[in-house]
C-alpha cells in the first residue's frame, strides 16, 4: 500500500459531521485507504445530525477504531500514512491536539500526525473565536499543522448547503496531495 493512498480520518464532536463524512466519501472515490476515529461527541452528533448509524458511519470506512484503542495501528508513527483529516475539529479536539493531551484515539493519531512531520488538517467548527482558540490554532500551526476553518467559497455560485460540503472536503483532500475529481477550481 503506497502512504499517499492512506489517509487516517478524525471526526470530533463538532456541528458539522457532514465534512467528515464526506471527507470518506471522496477519498473512497480517489481509491484511498481510510483509517476512522470518530469520538464519543462526535457519535452523539451523528445521531442528532444526520440519519446515519454508528455502524452506517463506519462502513464508510475501510479500518475503523475505537476510541480508546490507543494501541491501534494509527497510533504508532510506523504506520505510514499521507496524513490526517479532522472533519469536524471540536475546539476540545483542536485543543487537546496543540497541547499533546494524547487521552483518546483522535488526539495521539493527530500528534503522532504531527511527530512525523506529516500532514495534519484541520477543519474547526466554532465561532466566534477566542483568545484560546487562536492561541491553540497557532501552536497547532507552528507545529505544522494546517488549521482550515469551514469558510465556503461562494464563487462556486453554490446552489446547497452539499456543494459548500463537497468544496470544503475536496479541499482539505488537495491539502494532502489527494485528488478529487470534479473538484471546483477558481480559473478552471
Same mark, same amino acid.
Given at each position: 500500500?503506497? /502512504?499517499?493512498? $492512506?489517509?487516517?480520518?478524525?471526526?470530533?464532536?463538532? *456541528?458539522? /459531521?457532514?465534512?467528515? &463524512?464526506? &471527507?470518506?466519501?471522496?477519498?473512497?472515490? @480517489?481509491? &484511498?485507504?481510510?483509517?476512522?476515529?470518530? *469520538? +464519543?461527541?462526535?457519535?452523539?452528533?451523528?445521531?442528532?445530525?444526520?440519519?446515519?448509524?454508528? $455502524?452506517?458511519?463506519?462502513?464508510?470506512?475501510?479500518?475503523? %477504531?475505537? +476510541?480508546?484503542? /490507543?494501541?491501534?495501528?494509527?497510533?504508532?508513527?510506523?504506520?505510514?500514512?499521507?496524513? !490526517?483529516?479532522?472533519?469536524?475539529?471540536?475546539? $476540545?479536539?483542536?485543543?487537546?491536539?496543540?497541547?499533546?493531551?494524547?487521552?483518546? #484515539? =483522535?488526539?495521539? @493519531?493527530?500528534?503522532?500526525?504531527?511527530?512525523?512531520?506529516?500532514? #495534519?488538517?484541520?477543519?474547526?467548527?466554532?465561532?466566534?473565536?477566542?483568545?484560546?482558540? =487562536?492561541?491553540? !490554532?497557532?501552536?497547532?500551526?507552528? !507545529?505544522?499543522?494546517?488549521? !482550515?476553518?469551514?469558510?465556503?467559497?461562494? %464563487?462556486?455560485?453554490? $446552489?446547497?448547503?452539499?456543494?459548500?460540503?463537497?468544496?470544503?472536503?475536496?479541499?482539505?483532500?488537495?491539502?494532502?496531495?489527494?485528488?478529487?475529481?470534479?473538484?471546483?477550481?477558481?480559473?478552471?
Amino acid at each position: 500500500m503506497s /502512504i499517499t493512498q $492512506r489517509l487516517v480520518v478524525g471526526i470530533s464532536g463538532a *456541528t458539522g /459531521i457532514a465534512y467528515g &463524512v464526506r &471527507v470518506l466519501e471522496l477519498a473512497r472515490k @480517489a481509491g &484511498v485507504e481510510t483509517h476512522l476515529v470518530v *469520538t +464519543p461527541a462526535a457519535q452523539q452528533t451523528r445521531a442528532y445530525e444526520t440519519s446515519l448509524s454508528a $455502524r452506517d458511519l463506519a462502513a464508510m470506512a475501510d479500518v475503523t %477504531y475505537r +476510541p480508546a484503542d /490507543i494501541g491501534a495501528a494509527i497510533a504508532s508513527g510506523s504506520f505510514r500514512t499521507a496524513g !490526517m483529516i479532522v472533519a469536524p475539529c471540536s475546539i $476540545r479536539s483542536l485543543s487537546a491536539i496543540a497541547h499533546a493531551g494524547n487521552d483518546n #484515539l =483522535l488526539t495521539r @493519531a493527530a500528534d503522532v500526525t504531527l511527530k512525523e512531520r506529516r500532514r #495534519l488538517v484541520l477543519l474547526v467548527r466554532e465561532t466566534p473565536l477566542t483568545l484560546a482558540h =487562536l492561541r491553540a !490554532m497557532t501552536a497547532v500551526t507552528e !507545529m505544522g499543522g494546517v488549521v !482550515m476553518p469551514t469558510v465556503p467559497a461562494f %464563487y462556486l455560485k453554490p $446552489r446547497s448547503v452539499d456543494d459548500i460540503v463537497d468544496h470544503t472536503a475536496g479541499r482539505a483532500l488537495d491539502l494532502l496531495g489527494i485528488d478529487v475529481a470534479d473538484l471546483p477550481r477558481w480559473g478552471e
